[in-house]
């Protein structure tokens, strides 16, 4: 499956108006890290994902992102969370038209997760005490996957390039200094692998492969704030 750009570039724009959009009508909901929002989901889109799965205290900026992936490759986000979240999470979903996109689920997550096989993209809140259990519970689309551990916080650990019960499959995890930190971790073919690097030079890359690097360009993006009048210069990675 090729990457497709312009899904990840309509996405990257649909989350920043999503989260712009729902931050005006609730002045209470704030984005800590726009910019980490923005990169899942153009890289959920551009890797085509339709099954989505995210693991989350509640509706968050990283959910509208995800959802703005699912409305641009014509999957779905299940998004699992606590019971006494989810009348403010619905109202979220509705007030931001992704009411056809998103699935609200409550319960344990871990008995959850079981339903759901051949997830294409999966993001889990490490703020859950559970996470570390989560995390090896999903049972990822081994052909091409990723799995993103978000709020990985001081010496917390992801799957840090290891994924049980796969074998013969190219696995690579990175973490990057987004936030409070965020371990990606990339499941498939090299050549699809190679798709995605570090946003930073101080992500740090766990390989259990030895895979060749190749060269890649980028669209930039310009986005003006209607508020503000500011213009801000996005650049949203195409590759080889």
């Avoid at 649909?14 to 002045?27: A, E, F, G, Q, V």
């Avoid at 709020?151 to 049980?164: A, C, I, Y």
Wanted: with cysteine; proline share 4%.
């Amino acid at each position: 499956m090729e990457w497709s750009a312009t899904s990840a570039t309509k996405a990257f724009l649909d989350t920043l108006k999503l989260c712009n959009d729902y931050k005006i009508r609730c002045d209470s909901w704030r984005t800590q890290e726009p910019e980490s929002n923005e990169f899942i989901s153009a890289l959920a889109a551009g890797m085509k994902s339709k099954l989505i799965v995210e693991v989350s205290p509640g509706v968050s900026p990283s959910t509208l992102a995800l959802a703005a992936a699912a409305r641009h490759t014509g999957g779905r986000l299940v998004c699992i969370l606590p019971e006494r979240v989810l009348a403010e999470s619905n109202k979220v979903i509705k007030d931001s038209g992704l009411k056809d996109i998103v699935e609200l689920k409550t319960g344990d997550p871990a008995e959850l997760l079981s339903h759901y096989g051949n997830i294409d993209f999966s993001l889990v809140d490490c703020k859950n005490d559970d996470y570390e259990r989560l995390l090896k519970l999903l049972d990822v689309n081994p052909e091409r996957s990723v799995v993103v551990a978000n709020n990985l916080v001081s010496e917390k650990r992801g799957l840090e390039g290891t994924v049980k019960g796969l074998e013969r499959v190219e696995v690579r995890s990175m973490k990057h200094p987004i936030g409070s930190g965020m371990e990606i971790t990339m499941i498939g073919k090299t050549n699809d692998i190679e798709k995605i690097r570090p946003s930073s030079p101080k992500a740090r890359r766990i390989d259990r492969v030895d895979i060749k690097r190749k060269t890649f360009k980028s669209n930039w993006v310009v986005k003006v704030d209607e508020e503000s009048g500011e213009e801000h210069v996005f650049r949203v990675p195409e590759y080889a």
